[in-house]
Nanobody
Framework: QVQLVESGGGLVQAGGSLRLSCAAS????????IGWFRQAPGKEREFVAA????????YYADSGKGRFTISRDDAKNTVYLQVNSLNPEYTAVYYC?????????????????WGQGTQVTVSS
């Protein structure tokens, strides 16, 4: 069992930045991949970025390359998502999720555990 808690969302002006946090707890967290997804109103939940905890490999959606950076702090069991140059289209609930043995970290169907999400609202 893995528990995930997101934080760091809020209201930000276009052009600004945010750092979202995903605090993970539970057994064998280091054997999981952690992914970030977002869901805008009326849209499907989509992949943003992912990282394998043990090897540190990173994966990004093509749409977010250059604007998203995923990183982790082993001491805090926390994965971060830095988002730069925000625009109103990035308004969504951002979720982190954990997958064990994921073959394709961009596939949300491979994730077993999800956090409750954190709202990001970008004003123009």
């Amino acid at each position: 069992q893995v528990q995930l808690v997101e934080s760091g969302g809020g209201l930000v002006q276009a052009g600004g930045s945010l750092r979202l946090s995903c605090a993970a707890s539970g057994r064998r967290v280091s054997s999981y991949a952690i992914g970030w997804f977002r869901q805008a109103p009326g849209k499907e939940r989509e992949f943003v970025a992912a990282m394998t905890w043990s090897g540190g490999s990173t994966y990004y959606a093509d749409s977010g390359k250059g604007r998203f950076t995923i990183s982790r702090d082993d001491a805090k069991n926390t994965v971060y998502l830095q988002v730069n140059s925000l625009n109103p289209e990035y308004t969504a609930v951002y979720y982190c999720a954990a997958a064990r043995g994921a073959q394709n970290p961009s596939n949300r169907g491979e994730y077993h555990y999800w956090g409750q999400g954190t709202q990001v609202t970008v004003s123009s």
